[in-house]
Each structure stands twice: as structure tokens, then as C-alpha cells.
T-cell receptor, first 113, second 112 residues
Framework: NAGVMQNPRHLVRRRGQEARLRCSPMKGHSHVYWYRQLPEEGLKFMVYLQKENIIDESGMPKERFSAEFPKEGPSILRIQQVVRGDSAAYFCASSSSDLSPLHFGNGTRLTVT | EDQVTQSPEALRLQEGESSSLNCSYT??????LFWYRQDPGKGPEFLFTLYSAGEEKEKERLKATLTKKESFLHITAPKPEDSATYLCAVQAESGGSYIPTFGRGTSLIVHP
């Protein structure tokens, strides 16, 4: 299966810990997007990256959140000093160009206790 | 203010009872409208892309149409396995990028 791979599927962190979410895009895709999904809010855009570049981070909180997509390896969404409000499903998607449809992974469900 | 509004929020159908889901949008300069299906605990699965008013796409029991203000996802003779949340997303130029904006979805349940 050459789809978008996210890990871990489930992640439990205590308040104040760090969460690292990983995403490997589909083969041949160089555009990566991160979205957060809450039951009452739907899918909300966080950040859009290409290899070694952040293209648009307008949806990402200014503090505690960061993202990278290095030349080699998966894209990482990092949340420092997690709080209970960070509990959500985080989805990664990839595409072959900025006008192509996005293909999603199955998400990482973060629970902050 | 929501740029993408989906209705109804939830829909219950009997097997074989055809219906339509609506996605209305207010963005200007639409580059594409996407439909996705999402099952519980899974990521959205891509269904269709529509680019211009009047365009239609079909896949099995699903047909998507597009006007200048909205899109419809028509479901003909649905089966229980069509039960899922259906999401639409619009893609328009904003600040030099084309980030898809999603609606909140329509939760569809098809009873046998």
C-alpha cells in the first residue's frame, strides 16, 4: 500500500509533555498538509509544506506548534508542552502539486491527560 | 464566516431511497471543489474533483455536480455500505497558495 502513512495511530501524553506526529507522503508526492479534526469543528488546516520549506503556516498556533518536512524522512508535526485542548485527531495529506486533490492518511489521535 | 457550508448535517435514508447532499461556497476564484468520504476512525477518502460550473462526475451510485455557488452529491439507490460522513472542500487562491477549505460534512446513515 503506497498511501499516506501516519504514526503513531494513537498517542497519549500528559500535560506538559511533547508530542511528535509523523507522516510519510504517498510515493511521488512532494506537497504535505496537516489538518486537525475536532467533532464540532470539522477539518481545520494547520500547515502546508514542501521539501525543506514551510509554504503556509497560517493555521498553526504561533506557540508550541512546529512542523518540518526534511529532505530525507517523514514530515513531523511537533507539539511542545501539550495541554488538554490539543486533544484531537491530526491528519496528514499529500498531493503531487498545489492544485491536485489531497490524499489523506488515517490520522493520529492525540489524547492529553 | 464559513466559506463552505454543507447541508444537511445528518441524513438518514432507507436502502434504495435516493437523495442529495449540498455543499455551498462563497469563495471567489474557485480552482477546484473536492468530495471526500470519511469512515469512522479513518482519514478522508478522495471521491471527485470538479473544476467548472456544469461539470459532472460519477462513480457507482454517486454523482457530483457543480454550479457557480454550490455542488451536489447525488446518491442513487443507496446501500448500507454508503453510510459515512461526506466532506466537500473548495480550493481557491489565498495569499499565493491553494489550501483546500473543508465543510463540516454530512453524516449519512443508510438503513437496510
Amino acid at each position: 500500500n503506497a498511501g499516506v502513512m501516519q504514526n503513531p495511530r494513537h498517542l497519549v501524553r500528559r500535560r506538559g509533555q511533547e508530542a511528535r506526529l509523523r507522516c510519510s507522503p504517498m510515493k511521488g508526492h512532494s506537497h504535505v498538509y496537516w489538518y486537525r479534526q475536532l467533532p464540532e469543528e470539522g477539518l481545520k488546516f494547520m500547515v502546508y509544506l514542501q521539501k525543506e520549506n514551510i509554504i503556509d503556516e497560517s493555521g498553526m498556533p504561533k506557540e508550541r506548534f512546529s512542523a518540518e518536512f526534511p529532505k530525507e524522512g517523514p514530515s513531523i508535526l511537533r507539539i511542545q508542552q501539550v495541554v488538554r485542548g490539543d486533544s484531537a485527531a491530526y491528519f496528514c495529506a499529500s498531493s503531487s502539486s498545489d492544485l491536485s486533490p489531497l490524499h489523506f492518511g488515517n490520522g493520529t489521535r492525540l489524547t492529553v491527560t | 464566516e464559513d466559506q463552505v457550508t454543507q447541508s444537511p448535517e445528518a441524513l438518514r435514508l432507507q436502502e434504495g431511497e435516493s437523495s442529495s447532499l449540498n455543499c455551498s461556497y462563497t469563495v471567489s476564484g474557485l480552482r477546484g471543489l473536492f468530495w471526500y468520504r470519511q469512515d469512522p476512525g479513518k482519514g478522508p477518502e478522495f471521491l471527485f474533483t470538479l473544476y467548472s460550473a456544469g461539470e459532472e462526475k460519477e462513480k457507482e451510485r454517486l454523482k457530483a455536480t457543480l454550479t457557480k455557488k454550490e455542488s451536489f452529491l447525488h446518491i442513487t439507490a443507496p446501500k448500507p455500505e454508503d453510510s459515512a460522513t461526506y466532506l466537500c472542500a473548495v480550493q481557491a487562491e489565498s495569499g499565493g497558495s491553494y489550501i483546500p477549505t473543508f465543510g463540516r460534512g454530512t453524516s449519512l446513515i443508510v438503513h437496510p
